[in-house]
């Protein structure tokens, strides 16, 4: 090894990180370097991320978005009104200051009554893949749902056709929604997971695969989700719910930690967790949760009935998990042309290389 080498060795383990870790960085770091020539993520530079993630207690994410931030700082935006009912750029700030210390912030009417019946319309009526209880690598059935006869728990429906409808476009580029998200981000933030999907009472027992059992997210360096609630939510619908604060640095116990990137029971998060800071969303239709989901979180199974949730998030860099490819069509409103045409970066993994 060079001196160089071994002068950044000693370095590292200055920082308290052991040599599984350093070997982490490591292929972090090479990961980085391939997404810049290809805008592909080595797997194991991302199974890398979340061990380290685990390992520093989430310190390791926040000196990685530090970096991001300062490569990609804040763009301008036209304003920073918009569905979410912000005013100004103190709205907005103190929104994200809310995030930043919970990890959460409600919007009681984050989209109007006719957007939520639209999108509820849309999910009666297109279909969706059928989500198997248990991971299955055939591929999956397509149908509209029954709410009167569900064949299984979770309904989702595809990003591509659901980035290219002008309802939802007009969510992707809403300017409230964005400035959230970037100042929450503190950079540019990049549209990054748009998602629908049915939850509902096929089986009320908690489900891996359907995302009913506790657990965290490391798709991405940072993000913020926004989850739209499309029918009205109570204890037996299946509200989603947070954990408290558990985003921040050290926010999940070292014990939990060491599960590494899997999911926790409901009794394992109450061992760690006083009951005040363990929320249940019950909220009515229209109501919009902007969460940061690297804190604990999970949907609740639902008792009676059925959820739609409509969800976008927002990221830091695309550097991470791989997603199913989804691109627009190019056929947009006037405004939202314009706004995508100014802010490619933004759109740059709906958008045709």
Same mark, same amino acid.
Request: aromatic share 12%.
């Given at each position: ?241 947070? /954990? *408290? &604060?558990?985003?921040? !640095? ?9 599960? @590494?990137? +899997? ?39 639902? /008792? *009676? &009935?059925?959820?739609? !949730? ?9 550097? @991470?998990? +791989? ?31």
């Amino acid at each position: 090894m060079s001196l160089i080498g071994k002068a950044k060795l000693l370095l590292l383990k200055s920082f308290g990180l052991s040599n599984e870790d350093i070997v982490n960085v490591s292929k972090i770091k090479k990961g980085f370097d391939e997404f810049a020539k290809t805008n592909q993520t080595p797997s194991e530079s991302y199974l890398s991320m979340i061990n380290l993630f685990c390992s520093t207690k989430g310190y390791s994410n926040e000196f990685i978005h530090f970096f991001i931030s300062k490569k990609y700082p804040k763009i301008k935006l036209e304003n920073h009104e918009g569905t979410l009912g912000t005013k100004s750029i103190a709205d907005v700030r103190k929104i994200a200051d809310a995030i930043k210390r919970d990890g959460y912030f409600v919007f009681k009417n984050g989209i109007t009554r006719k957007v939520a019946e639209y999108l509820y319309d849309y999910g009666i009526n297109n279909e969706a893949s059928v989500l198997p209880l248990e991971t299955n690598n055939g591929p999956l059935r397509k149908e509209k749902i029954n709410l009167n006869d569900p064949v299984t728990i979770r309904y989702t429906f595809s990003e591509e056709d659901l980035i290219n409808d002008p309802t939802i476009q007009e969510l992707m580029t809403d300017n409230s929604i964005l400035s959230v998200a970037q100042e929450y981000l503190g950079c540019m933030p990049r549209a990054d997971g748009t998602n629908m999907w049915w939850h509902t009472d096929y089986s009320n027992e908690p489900n891996e695969e359907a995302a009913t059992m506790w657990h965290f997210d490391m798709d991405r360096v940072k993000w913020l989700k926004f989850f739209f609630y499309l029918t009205d939510v109570t204890t037996e619908t299946g509200p989603h719910c947070f /954990i *408290k &604060g558990s985003h921040r !640095i050290k926010g999940i116990p070292d014990d939990l930690l060491k599960k @590494g990137y +899997s999911r926790i029971t409901d009794e394992e998060v109450e061992k760690y967790y006083t009951r005040d800071r363990i929320l249940e969303y019950i909220a009515e239709k229209g109501t919009v949760i902007a969460e940061d989901t690297r804190g604990l979180h999970k949907g609740k199974p639902v /008792i *009676k &009935g059925a959820r739609l !949730i409509f969800q976008m998030q927002f990221s830091d860099h695309l550097f @991470g998990a +791989s997603l199913p490819n989804a691109k627009f069509s190019n056929k947009f409103s006037p405004r939202v042309e314009t706004l995508i045409k100014d802010n490619k970066d933004i759109y740059a993994r709906y958008l045709e290389a």
